[in-house]
């Protein structure tokens, strides 16, 4: 099975332009998540979702949103991006709110 | 919030020996402490995890430990061997912040042969 799968694998944006980064997940898992990766930080959760048609805040959501219109897709949106959104985005999925989350290849962004 | 501590930033160790991250957090209703390896341009993987209940498991070469009362875990890696370098990632999450993980900043482990 393909797991998660994220696109793009990178790109290289303008500042002030909109941009979706996909994830999209075949393991009917009910909870998906979004994180930012950044040199010294570390992982940290951008917005989650338990279950479709929910979503939640993270702990660094400003300037991105999220939908969950199915269980298997979780887009994340800058609409308007800024040099400080310049990292790698990680999609993680999970079965169980404890369980095991599985995390996709990551999408290097750069905004320029 | 949750907020999970990880020592040291980076670890060298020589093929063999032994290595031991460690992560302190504060949120006393934490109940879940996965610890995931990221290699070099993938994304994270779980290797171990560990739940409020249990003290200690071990899978192989890797074990986990866990003291609830001084709110802290950590990561043990016996028989180190060169593929075990990578940059590992303790984390802990409750339901309080809907599961999601906090993560530590990461160790980077080098393992020379």
């Known amino acids: 099975t393909a797991g998660i799968t994220q696109a793009p694998t990178s790109q290289i944006l303008a500042a002030g332009r909109s941009m979706t980064l996909r994830c999209t997940q075949d393991?009917?898992?009910?909870?998906m998540y979004w994180y930012r990766q950044d040199l010294g930080l570390g992982l940290r959760l951008i917005h989650y979702?338990?279950?479709?048609?929910?979503?939640g805040k993270g702990e660094v959501p400003d300037g991105y949103s999220v939908s969950r219109a199915n269980t298997d897709d979780f887009p994340l949106t800058l609409a308007s991006a800024v040099p400080s959104q310049t990292s790698v985005y990680f999609c993680?999925?999970?079965?169980?709110?404890?369980?095991?989350?599985?995390f996709g290849p990551g999408t290097r962004l750069t905004v320029l | 919030g949750e907020n999970v501590e990880q020592h040291p930033s980076t670890l060298s160790v020589q093929e063999g020996d032994s290595a031991v991250i460690k992560c302190t957090y504060s949120?006393?209703?934490?109940?879940?402490f996965p610890w995931y390896k990221q290699e070099l341009g993938k994304g994270p993987q779980l290797i171990i995890d560990i739940r409020s209940n249990v003290g200690e498991k071990k899978d192989q070469r890797i074990a986990v430990t866990l003291n609830k009362t001084a709110k802290h875990f950590s990561l043990h890696i016996t028989e180190t061997q060169p593929e075990d370098s990578a940059v590992y990632f303790c984390?802990?999450?409750?339901?309080?912040?809907?599961?999601?993980?906090?993560f530590g900043k990461g160790t980077s482990l080098l393992v020379t042969p």
């Open positions: 993680a999925s999970s079965d169980r709110g404890r369980s095991e989350q599985f």
């Open positions: 984390a802990a999450t409750s339901s309080n912040s809907g599961y999601a993980l906090n």
């Open positions: 949120d006393s209703a934490s109940n879940y």
């Open positions: 979702s338990n279950t479709a048609g929910t979503t």
């Open positions: 393991m009917r898992h009910n909870a």
